[in-house]
């Protein structure tokens, strides 16, 4: 199968360790995106168990992780590897749509997730842009997991859903004018080009506000911005006053 080439791709292919501890699961992502010239696949885990001791080994800078693995689960490794510094970029690799375990993970500090029957193409995508710093959650299961995150799922009270947009609208309240509009487009999904357009900013404006907003609230990636924004109440037309 030949996989076409991103079009801005770095000098060296992205490093990518895939953990899963299906064997077919294994060898049909190896299969898929050995085809990307811009993906070099520097290893292979069966649990997460052993994928600290991999990546000190093979340094790679995306793991495609499975969640649930019988001795040590995604989530768990996915927790103490970006505890790390230099941590890879992570990506949960699952067959759930969204649960509690993948909204944990995401605030654990993987860039995102995709389902095991996504299309190839849109996998080795997946893995070329958390590479690049994007996240990698379709609208659809964003919304979902956000809607989880702000209590509107089943078993969460109201109570709690109140305090936490309390809690996100102080903390976005602390942000500059600038940064708060960053954040807020972040939170609709959109890419630094598209955020720099917007806001007739620079794009090297716009990841130097982005990096700000990640340092000032020790976040690790923008879905955690997103997440953020979106329990403040600031999307679906939310104006961005706090």
Do not use: W, Y
Request: aromatic share 2%; glycine share 10%.
């Amino acid at each position: 199968m030949t996989i076409p080439p991103a079009e801005d791709r770095a000098t060296q292919p992205v490093r990518l360790l895939i953990v899963d501890d299906d064997p077919l699961v294994r060898a049909g992502l190896t299969f898929m995106l050995g085809g990307a010239e811009d993906i070099a696949i520097v290893g292979e885990g069966t649990d997460g168990a052993e994928v600290p001791g991999l990546v000190d080994r093979l340094r790679p800078d995306v793991v495609l992780m499975d969640i649930r693995m019988p001795a040590v689960d995604g989530l768990t490794a996915t927790e103490a590897l970006r505890s790390r510094p230099d941590a890879p970029e992570i990506i949960i690799l699952t067959t759930f749509h969204a649960d509690e375990h993948v909204l944990r993970a995401i605030r654990a500090g993987a860039a995102g997730f995709v389902l095991k029957d996504t299309p190839p193409a849109q996998i080795v995508d997946a893995v070329r842009r958390v590479a690049s710093g994007d996240p990698v959650l379709s609208p659809a299961v964003t919304r979902r997991l956000m809607d989880h995150a702000a209590g509107t799922g089943p078993g969460n009270g109201r109570g709690d859903r109140a305090g936490r947009t309390e809690r996100a609208r102080q903390r976005i309240a602390a942000l500059a004018d600038r940064e708060r509009e960053v954040a807020i487009a972040v939170g609709r999904g959109c890419s630094n080009a598209e955020i720099a357009a917007e806001l007739h900013l620079s794009v090297a404006t716009v990841k130097t506000q982005v990096s700000r907003i990640l340092s000032r609230f020790d976040f690790n990636n923008r879905v955690q911005i997103a997440l953020l924004v979106h329990d403040a109440g600031l999307l679906d037309g939310g104006t961005g006053t706090v």
